[in-house]
């Protein structure tokens, strides 16, 4: 099975990598290919009725229900947090999660306990640690632990009437994302979240639109990837996606810039922007 080499130039200003952080990456490439390949072949077992539930009645693809981007971005401490949620499909997504989160959670932590030890032996030689809420991938690799919560009290948002059931994904050893979570996800108390502090957990750069002359300035943006390697699908299908608005371009286009650090794992990355709902959202009645 081809391997993808790491990406050395991927730490910013081309720093050199030695020979334990290129190992570091390369374990970690190599368990974010087998999360790939695990939700491939879920989802490649689905039957025609629970394709057609996951995809919203053909509204989405399939490709749009991968995590393993998200999750690559959890790890470079670029977006605090991933909610996995089958709305609708609550059954399926507790298969999911039994059966390709769980086993793909317990092979990437075992590449964050080795950068544990790494750092434990070595200091910031081989790995890196970071403090509060800075988000440097450049700092990769380091320690890092993943958990897989469920959302169990009820909270609301003003997009979603229910997260309830729903699944978070954080690293607890990032100080912003179990915090974050915990205050806002996994807090009984709280029964509703804003859609601007969602954004701001899941790392978007653009916020929901709440005004008439924003509808006209809506630019839905996917980020696009696949994986090197023969094995691979050739196709790209979508790492994460959200919706800015025209006058949030660029700040989008600093967190592309960011969010490029994924080809470290070998994950090449491009950006797709759908400008075409611009001004296409009629005005109210007078």
């Not at 290129?22 to 790939?36: E, S």
């Not at 800075?134 to 229910?162: K, T």
């Not at 980020?223 to 023969?230: A, D, K, V």
Request: charged share 25%.
């Amino acid at each position: 099975m081809p391997e993808a080499q790491p990406h050395d130039g991927a730490r910013s200003g081309g720093a050199t990598t030695n020979l334990g952080e290129l190992d570091a990456i390369r374990r970690t490439t190599r368990a974010l290919r087998q999360l790939y390949h695990r939700e491939k072949q879920w989802m490649g077992a689905r039957t025609a009725e629970q394709a057609s539930r996951l995809t919203q009645q053909g509204q989405l693809s399939l490709s749009e229900q991968l995590h393993y981007g998200e999750i690559a971005f959890v790890l470079l401490r670029l977006k605090p947090c991933v909610i996995i949620d089958y709305a609708g499909d609550r059954e399926q997504l507790d298969d999911y999660i039994a059966k390709v989160i769980r086993p793909s959670l317990r092979d990437l932590n075992a590449v964050g306990d080795r950068n544990a030890a790494a750092q434990t032996a070595d200091g910031s030689a081989s790995c890196h640690e970071q403090s509060g809420t800075e988000s440097n991938a450049a700092l990769y690799p380091r320690p890092f632990s993943l958990a897989c919560s469920r959302i169990d009290g009820r909270l609301e948002s003003p997009e979603v009437s229910s997260w309830t059931g729903a699944f978070v994904l954080y690293d607890t050893k990032w100080p912003h994302s179990a915090a974050w979570v915990k205050s806002n996800l996994l807090n009984n108390e709280k029964i509703s979240i804003s859609e601007d502090e969602l954004a701001r957990g899941l790392d978007y750069p653009g916020f929901i639109p709440k005004t008439t002359d924003d509808m006209h300035a809506i630019v839905p943006v996917s980020y696009l990837g696949r994986m090197n390697g023969e094995w691979m699908c050739d196709r790209w299908e979508c790492l994460t996606s959200f919706i800015v608005l025209q006058n949030q371009l660029p700040q989008m286009a600093l967190h592309r810039i960011r969010y490029q650090a994924i080809k470290m794992f070998g994950i090449e990355m491009e950006v797709n922007m759908d400008t075409s709902l611009i001004d296409q959202f009629p005005d109210p009645l007078p």
